[in-house]
């Protein structure tokens, strides 16, 4: 099971809303064979994204900024 550290995460991320819309979008990349952003042994895709997202490597931008 994998344990999530919600702090280092929302430093990136400031809210569960954009979480959850920017991880399950980079699980889809993932599933359709986009190449992993991190060295990891980690095999489920919602799990990489999450460690994606909190080492920087995947972010967000609002359109129109």
């Not at 990349?29 to 952003?37: C, H, Y």
């Not at 991190?38 to 920087?56: F, H, M, R, V, Y």
Request: aromatic share 4%; charged share 30%; hydrophobic share 40%.
């Amino acid at each position: 099971m994998l344990t999530i550290r919600t702090k280092e995460i929302f430093e990136k991320v400031p809210s569960i809303y954009k979480l959850v819309i920017l991880a399950s979008r980079r699980c889809i990349d993932i599933n359709e064979g986009s190449p992993k952003l991190i060295s990891t042994k980690l095999e489920k895709p919602l799990q990489i994204a999450l460690e994606e997202i909190k080492q920087g490597k995947v972010t967000f931008r609002i359109k129109g900024e």
